[in-house]
């Protein structure tokens, strides 16, 4: 009885969650181009489908496709991609797609066996990374060198904080969109690159703005390397001085960091999802810095990259301007 009745939910869950997605994708197409009838869902089934693992790039992915394929992000918003797993159905879903878009880089470590099935069984997958200018960790960035996310050369997964990689990565897609699937997006994802040019630009003005001995950063971890590159930021340390949130900690790196901060004058720890908040109190405490939260790898309410860029911009940018720095 109880078998029947949670196979039964857990069916009803699943074209649910089905439906949800395709309502999701179309609500983000409405968000993007200003509107449209996104009520009549009959074509649902005529396009086809994209699975997409993370949000942020998901977004960047159904705003550069338009109406022209259905995208299925597999993480939940607000997820760590970094240490999500996927369940049995999240496994069916990738392999069930036309085309597969992922990171790479390691960012999805949870999903790298079900994407290398799904490659396996003829699945075409595009990594995003592959079509950017790939970030390496600098000598001194790292604080344990044995760690292979920390020691100079590891590659930067996190491309997404610079909107010109976003950019390129839009660039490349409809080449291969169109021979996984057919479908043309050419001119969607050409009106898209410029909409990315336009929030570059005005990322460079709002942290522009803010005087260079300010402009040295600190995160949960190290996740804003790209938009350091991109805006002439410093990378003063990260609390887990990772490239994924799963490093360990040390009380002689969080000594390395306070020291660090004080050296540089930095008034500002900005944490994210997977950052323990009792240490970032700490570390506050014991330089004066402010704690200030910013949502890297989620996206804001409205579902958007161009919204997540400029709200990233705009919260740096404001919390570090009046800080000083020396
Ligand atoms: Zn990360």
Redesign the pocket.
């Known amino acids: 009885m109880m078998n029947m009745m949670s196979m039964t939910r857990n069916i009803r869950a699943a074209i649910a969650g089905a439906l949800l997605l395709s309502v999701v994708a179309l609500g983000l197409v409405a968000t993007g181009c200003g509107g449209g009838s996104s009520a009549d869902g009959s074509s649902a089934g005529d396009v086809p489908v994209i699975a997409v693992t993370t949000p942020i790039l998901g977004a960047v992915v159904q705003a550069a496709v338009g109406d022209r394929a259905s995208v299925e992000v597999v993480m939940p918003n607000g997820a760590?991609?970094?240490e999500w797993q996927p369940s049995a159905q999240d496994v069916a879903r990738i392999q069930g797609a036309d085309l597969i878009v992922q990171n790479g880089l390691g960012?999805e470590a949870g999903l790298a066996k079900a994407i290398e099935q799904a490659k396996a069984d003829g699945v075409p997958v595009f990594t995003a990374t592959d079509h950017i200018d790939v970030r390496t960790v600098k000598a001194g960035e790292g604080a344990d060198p044995s760690d292979e996310d920390q020691a100079p050369g590891a590659k930067d997964?996190?491309f997404w904080t610079d909107p010109t990689q976003v950019r390129a990565v839009v660039q490349a897609l409809p080449a291969a969109v169109s021979s996984a699937t057919g479908a043309d997006i050419a001119q969607s994802a050409a009106a898209y690159e410029k909409e990315l040019s336009g929030v570059d630009a005005r990322a460079a003005a709002l942290l522009g703005a803010v005087p260079p001995a300010a402009r040295g950063i600190v995160t949960g971890?190290?996740?804003l390397g790209y938009l350091a590159r991109r805006y002439e930021y410093r990378l003063v340390g990260a609390i887990m001085p990772s490239?994924?949130?799963q490093g360990q900690l040390s009380a002689a790196h969080l000594a390395d960091l306070e020291a660090a901060m004080k050296a540089a004058g930095v008034r500002v720890v900005f944490t994210?999802k997977?950052t323990s908040p009792q240490v970032a109190a700490a570390i506050a405490d014991a330089t004066g810095a402010t704690v200030v939260e910013l949502a890297?790898?989620a996206l804001p309410a409205d579902g958007s990259y161009v919204t997540y860029m400029d709200d990233i911009a705009r919260r740096i940018a404001s919390a570090l301007a009046n800080t000083g720095g020396r």
């Open positions: 760590d991609p970094h960012l997964p996190h971890h190290e996740s490239l994924s949130s994210e997977g890297t790898e």
